[in-house]
């Protein structure tokens, strides 16, 4: 996929740098992720991080990565743009799910949705198809949008797609057949991927006034197929108790919608809309609202409130938790997060995630701005780190996902010669569970017995070994857990 980057409205500005981030460069295999700079000053919940960094011409290491709390690789996936990068339930069983695809220049894409089992093998995928009109009226393979990817309870996929189209924006001071994008999504059956239900927000304009968003219209915008007008900016939905919130960054709203899309009520962030606010309950630009702890009179909504865009800063970046009373009609603020000790102004993309009921621990990613940070149940600041330069790297989504894997494919080894014989490079992309390794001599490159000339603690993403005078020069290295093998490598001459 060919690396991209935001430009306009409410997206972000990437400058193109030779170099977007500080690499690492290992022996074994030939990755060069982004390195992770951590700040660990408490009581973390238990988990890897999960990011989807892209930066400028960066190519190498553009890809979803896992880390560790230390800042070591786990895993790098394929060198494509990726989003929502996660751990997710599908059918009981933890998969690893992530958007690939082709990023437009205002802020969406079309991709596919991949979903991978423990060991790594691609188990669904997901993609959406239909009569989509794209900015340049190419054809897409798949149209799903990157901003959502969102398994639901009944293991269906929640997507959202951007539609071209034109339509009436005379209310606004455009065209009677101004080009605009249509906000939508679907809800996907994974393994057949036909089409269960489906949402646009222009079949509601009755409901979401085009008047009300706080997206201007922009000179020239709507004016050409290819530089459409973006009222809405669908980035969320999640599946409610009877049917579905959602999401419209550009309305500084969320819509609860009825299980057959007509929409029951809205939050604004400006002003509560269909309710008054108590405390300090604005939100503005928002991303990932979630609602938890639903019941018949009300739930709490989180939220990321980025409160700026590249050209309306407002304050600074939050994470927000939200009481909706649905019998008092009230929203009353519960919880702002931030770091006083570095004030955040992310001015898109972004993540909230409650890591745990019990503890109240929030992981958020910032979005245009290369951080990840955690939150502890006081509002303190437990873990933060930074894989890039501000506003120059960018990962749409961060996560902490609890997860573990035994990949299908075998460990890489390399073998570099020294003044005194050898040392032996390892490693073993995504595998979360070995500790240790050993170094085996062989007698050729298809020999089936071997002879142990070593072994060493798993350190970090690659191990190495010295090896003094090796008896001969071929070498097989083995993953274990204890005592127990994991992973064998190929035998490798040198």
Request: glycine share 8%; aromatic share 12%; charged share 15%.
């Amino acid at each position: 996929m060919a690396p991209w980057l935001y430009t306009v409205g409410s997206t972000l500005l990437l400058s193109l740098q030779a170099a977007a981030w500080d690499y690492s460069t290992y022996k074994s295999i030939g990755f060069q992720p982004p390195k992770l700079e951590v700040n660990k000053t408490g009581t973390t919940d238990p988990g890897y991080i999960f990011i989807g960094p892209r930066g400028g011409v960066q190519a190498a290491g553009s890809a979803a990565l896992i880390y560790d709390d230390v800042g070591d690789l786990v895993y790098e996936g394929p060198e494509d743009i990726s989003a929502n990068f996660m751990v997710q339930k599908l059918f009981g069983e933890d998969v690893i799910t992530f958007w690939a695809g082709d990023m437009m220049s205002i802020g969406y894409g079309y991709g596919t949705v991949h979903i991978l089992d423990n060991t790594y093998k691609e188990i669904y995928t997901v993609q959406l198809t239909g009569n989509f009109v794209t900015p340049d009226g190419s054809t897409k393979d798949s149209y799903c949008d990157l901003h959502e990817s969102h398994i639901t309870p009944r293991n269906t996929l929640i997507c959202t797609a951007y539609n071209v189209t034109q339509h009436d924006l005379t209310s606004i001071n455009g065209t009677s057949s101004s080009w605009m994008l249509d906000s939508q999504f679907y809800e996907i059956d994974i393994r057949t991927n036909h089409v269960i239900n489906s949402w646009s927000a222009l079949d509601h304009e009755a409901d979401i006034a085009l008047t009300t968003s706080h997206q201007g219209l922009g000179k020239d915008v709507g004016t050409t197929q290819d530089n459409p007008y973006d009222a809405y900016h669908i980035n969320a939905i999640t599946t409610t108790n009877h049917g579905y919130l959602i999401s419209l960054r550009h309305m500084w709203s969320g819509y609860y919608l009825a299980q057959n899309g007509s929409v029951m009520w809205q939050v604004s962030g400006e002003n509560g809309a269909d309710f008054k606010q108590v405390g300090n309950a604005g939100f503005s630009w928002q991303h990932d609202m979630r609602v938890y702890n639903e019941t018949d009179q009300g739930f709490v909504l989180n939220l990321f409130n980025n409160a700026n865009t590249p050209t309306d800063e407002v304050s600074e970046t939050t994470g927000v938790s939200l009481a909706i009373d649905l019998s008092k009609k009230t929203v009353t603020s519960l919880r702002s997060l931030t770091d006083p000790n570095d004030p955040v102004h992310s001015v898109s993309q972004g993540s909230y995630q409650l890591l745990s009921e019990v503890d109240s621990h929030v992981f958020m990613g910032y979005g245009s701005i290369s951080k990840v940070k955690e939150f502890d149940g006081d509002g303190n600041v437990v873990f933060s780190a930074t894989f890039g330069e501000d506003n120059a790297v960018a990962s749409y989504r961060g996560y902490r996902c609890q997860w573990t894997a035994t990949p299908f494919w075998k460990p890489s080894v390399s073998v570099s010669n020294t003044t005194t014989g050898a040392t032996v490079y390892m490693s073993w992309n995504g595998a979360t569970e070995y500790d240790n390794w050993v170094v085996y001599a062989a007698a050729s490159a298809t020999s089936t017995n071997t002879t142990k000339i070593a072994s060493a603690k798993r350190t970090g993403f690659e191990t190495s070994v010295d090896l003094t005078n090796p008896p001969t020069n071929f070498v097989q290295v083995v993953a274990q857990k204890g005592n127990t093998v994991l992973g064998t490598s190929e035998i490798i001459s040198f």
